[in-house]
T-cell receptor, first 115, second 114 residues
């Protein structure tokens, strides 16, 4: 069982380019999340999806979009990358959303550098 | 809105000693969860321990325990018998009862010296 996979592991990108970070989970979890991690700021939620077909905005959604066409995949797209989007991006998933405790499982992260 | 504060950017401890990492949070909710995550140099986020707000008893997981003070909105992590493998970034996180969205603190980097 792989859990959560993210691709690429790292990427250097020119400003203005479009980039999609991929996230796939094989645990059949309903809920999925995208966080960015910046030095001194911890992890901040970008977008989330409580179930396939639905998405929602987190704390820092501007400049990012997501889609959830099926249960397993939750890609994050930067339509036109800017240097302030240089960060480490984590995808996470949990069995359900809300209510009783559900552990959130994290992927290995993608390090993105925008020049 | 809820916030999580970790006021110690860095901490250090001698191997086999005990260290306590601090975390405070702000919320108007009565039902919630609190977590400590460990992030070693591998970057992987690892859940260390969790606490349900409705439970008065402090959570314990082997060498890791918490001191949960609900009225003071404080949630500290105690690591006993520190090991070299405990060296990592530690993040405190909050989750409302009705959502799985986590709110993280800024982290504490723990160094363990032999």
């Amino acid at each position: 069982i792989a859990g959560i996979t993210q691709a690429p592991t790292s990427q250097i990108l020119a400003a203005g380019r479009r980039m999609t970070l991929r996230c796939t989970q094989d645990m059949r979890h309903n809920a999925m999340y995208w966080y960015r991690q910046d030095l001194g700021l911890g992890l901040r939620l970008i977008h989330y999806s409580n179930t396939a077909g639905t998405t929602g905005k987190g704390e820092v959604p501007d400049g990012y979009s997501v889609s959830r066409a099926n249960t397993d995949d939750f890609p994050l797209t930067l339509a036109s990358a800017v240097p302030s989007q240089t960060s480490v991006y984590f995808c996470a998933s949990s069995p359900t959303s809300g209510g009783q405790y559900n552990e959130q499982f994290f992927g290995p992260g993608t390090r993105l550098t925008v020049l | 809105a809820q916030t999580v504060t970790q006021s110690q950017p860095e901490m250090s401890v001698q191997e086999a000693e005990t260290v306590t990492l601090s975390c405070t949070y702000d919320t108007s909710e009565s039902d919630y969860y609190l977590f400590w995550y460990k992030q070693p140099p591998s970057r992987q986020m690892i859940l260390v321990i969790r606490q349900e707000a409705y439970k008065q008893q402090n959570a314990t997981e082997n060498r890791f325990s918490v001191n949960f003070q609900k009225a003071a909105k404080s949630f500290s992590l105690k690591i006993s018998d520190s090991q070299l493998g405990d060296a990592a970034m530690y993040f405190c996180a909050y989750r409302s009862y009705n959502t799985d969205k986590l709110i993280f603190g800024t982290g504490t980097r723990l160094q363990v010296f032999p």
